[in-house]
């Protein structure tokens, strides 16, 4: 059916077209994402980076394409494998911490790994292992509705981080942030993936922040511009073919 | 009038909200006509006739009660429509007279349609049977029904309008709606004082060896008399027990998530406790009419002749209106956190876990309910021996 994945991409997508109710979001992007490594996804507003991360992160089904994570097909898993790989293999940041309102802190950064059927005690000391480490322990014990937003977001990256999960997607994590929060964030995030050997997906607006990552690819209206991944010469036609047949079909 | 075009993005749950708030505006309407009626036949019936009056007004606080809780429910459910008026100018002045202007037109509309069947039946057409109720045959003064009927929509609407949230909490304002999750000590010391002090009275008035006083007190719907003892403890029990609701259900959230949770219970139980304060008056409502209808129910079974067509429909008004609030007050519970809801599935939480988790609450809500509803009817079916 298709070319075997390189092997040292542990996530690897080809001719993955999203649309919004119509609204073409992604027009065929073909990229790699190499074991450890930070990859950077810039772009404007409204260029896809969300879709993109959405997709990449099985939370979004693809309208067409391929997309794989360790040599396994994501795009042929139903709602409840999607599920599985969420929970067990991707952590997410989003521009919104979006904490569950009625757990405290650290029940917040405990809850993936619950989830995951990890033991209390061993959840909890995850959690405030990675609160501390986010200079957020002292309000471990309180609800995010006390917290002012720099602290929710660092919770939110805390719970991302806190299960060690292979990959780890940020859909501009930094955007509730001050510049000093964003690079203490940022930082964090990006040696913790190189201390755990964890992959870094990084959506952001800011090109600055291109440089806490160690690749970076631009998109722009649902195409990449900057050339991306190592993808193979053979199997990038299909992907910019299949974005011409959207573009054709639209007109 | 511009806002009333806003009608027509109305989908079935709106559409179901005016059928209902009508319906019930038509029902209390019949009462207080009903009691106009019995007023005019009646040669100077002096007290039946304010008895009667005042019987009104458990469906008029109903159909208020109902008006409220779908009031404060509409920004949530309708977010994108208030935002979108708020953009275009409108201020939480107007956001609260449009919610509260289609609850107010809702009642006018029912309680116009239960004037005129009122009208055409006063025509000779009601058998002899109807005669009394309608005032048949006496001149109808204009002002009285208009006054009566005037009533319904504005308490309807003042109601509502008075529970449309705050300007800032509204969609499109600046700050989420979440209000404080615990019980204030007032809260709870008050609610539970006046269950002892209703319960003591109650003890005192049935203990084996107390004189059998005269039992002054008429009850209503054919359910005899009892003492004024028994009465007022019944009473303040009742009221405690009520007020009691919210913190025994956010108590019963925090002994589900006692210990070392599993994921289940962690969710169940703390969703439980932050929503205790929203899910308490509404569920408390309802309890607290069903105990007094089923203790109705089950007096008129024991007592022969006992049973009454008026309270009956009364009660049924009374109860789906309160079934409604609840039901309102769910769904806006619901789309309120969507947010969460999505946040939990992000992180690859099982729709199975979730929906446990709704029906591990649902069970501890009912449980709670059982016990305050059971003490309110047991309470009550003492009083009434």
Not at chain 2, 232 to 261: D, H, I, N, Q
């Amino acid at each position: 059916m298709s070319a075997a994945p390189p092997d040292n991409d542990v996530l690897w997508a080809r001719g993955i077209v999203k649309s919004h109710h119509g609204t073409p979001a992604l027009r065929g992007i073909s990229i790699g994402v190499r074991e450890g490594e930070v990859l950077a996804v810039t772009g404007p507003r409204g260029s896809g980076k969300s879709t993109l991360l959405g997709c990449l992160s099985a939370l979004l089904p693809v309208d067409k394409g391929e997309v794989w994570f360790n040599s396994a097909p994501v795009h042929t898993l139903g709602r409840a494998g999607r599920e599985r790989l969420r929970r067990d293999r991707f952590g997410f940041v989003g521009s919104e911490p979006h904490l569950v309102p009625e757990l405290t802190a650290r029940e917040n950064v405990a809850l993936p790994l619950l989830l995951a059927g990890a033991g209390n005690k061993a959840a909890y000391t995850a959690a405030d292992e990675w609160l501390e480490r986010l200079d957020v322990g002292e309000v471990a014990r309180q609800r995010p509705e006390r917290l002012v937003r720099s602290q929710c977001q660092r919770i939110a990256v805390a719970r991302a981080l806190a299960p060690l999960p292979p990959v780890v997607f940020a859909d501009d994590p930094t955007a509730p942030l001050h510049r000093e929060a964003s690079d203490q964030v940022l930082r964090i995030l990006t040696s913790a993936a190189r201390s755990h050997q964890l992959t870094l997906v990084l959506a952001t607006h800011d090109p600055e922040l291109v440089r806490f990552a160690d690749r970076a690819v631009a998109l722009v209206d649902g195409r990449l511009t900057a050339p991306a991944a190592p993808v193979p010469r053979g199997t990038a036609a299909p992907g910019t073919a299949s974005a011409s047949a959207v573009s054709a079909t639209r007109r | 009038m511009f806002y009333l075009r806003l009608a027509r993005g109305y989908r079935v749950p709106d559409l179901g909200r005016w059928l209902l708030t009508t319906l019930a505006a038509a029902v209390v309407a019949a009462f207080l006509l009903r009691s106009l009626g019995r007023a005019m036949s009646d040669p100077l019936g002096g007290e039946d006739a304010l008895e009667r009056l005042l019987w009104c007004l458990p469906p008029l606080a109903a159909v208020a009660w109902f008006a409220a809780v779908t009031a404060r429910a509409v920004p949530a459910q309708q977010p994108e429509r208030i935002t979108g008026l708020r953009a275009a100018g409108a201020g939480s002045g107007g956001v609260r007279t449009l919610i509260a202007g289609e609850v107010a037109l809702a009642c006018a509309l029912g309680s116009v349609l239960t004037l005129l069947a009122f009208l055409v039946l006063r025509n000779d057409i009601a058998g002899p049977t109807l005669a009394p109720d309608l005032g048949m045959g006496v001149p109808l003064p204009a002002a009285a029904p208009v006054t009566l009927l005037a009533l319904v929509p504005l308490t309807a609407g003042i109601a509502a309008a008075c529970a449309v949230p705050l300007d800032e909490t509204l969609p499109g304002g600046r700050t989420r709606a979440h209000g404080p999750t615990g019980f204030g000590a007032w809260r709870i010391a008050l609610p539970v004082g006046l269950s002892v002090i209703g319960l003591a009275l109650e003890l005192i008035a049935l203990r084996p060896g107390a004189a059998v006083d005269d039992r002054p007190i008429h009850l209503p719907a054919g359910l005899g008399t009892t003492s004024t003892a028994a009465f007022g403890g019944w009473a303040a029990s009742a009221l405690g027990l009520a007020l009691l609701t919210g913190p025994l259900l956010s108590w019963t959230g925090r002994l589900l998530a006692l210990g070392r949770p599993t994921p289940l219970r962690l969710l169940a139980g703390r969703g439980l406790t932050a929503q205790a304060r929203r899910l308490g008056p509404p569920l408390a409502v309802l309890t607290l009419a069903l105990a007094m209808v089923l203790t109705t129910i089950r007096y008129w079974i024991g007592t022969p002749d006992s049973a009454d067509a008026l309270p009956a429909i009364e009660a049924c008004l009374v109860l789906g209106c309160a079934a409604a609030a609840v039901a309102v007050r769910l769904t806006e519970v619901r789309t309120d956190r969507r947010g969460v809801t999505d946040a939990l599935l992000r992180l690859g939480t099982s729709p199975r876990l979730l929906f446990g988790a709704v029906a591990l609450r649902t069970l501890a809500v009912g449980t709670t309910l059982l016990v305050t509803g059971g003490a309110t009817a047991a309470l009550a079916a003492a009083g009434l021996r």
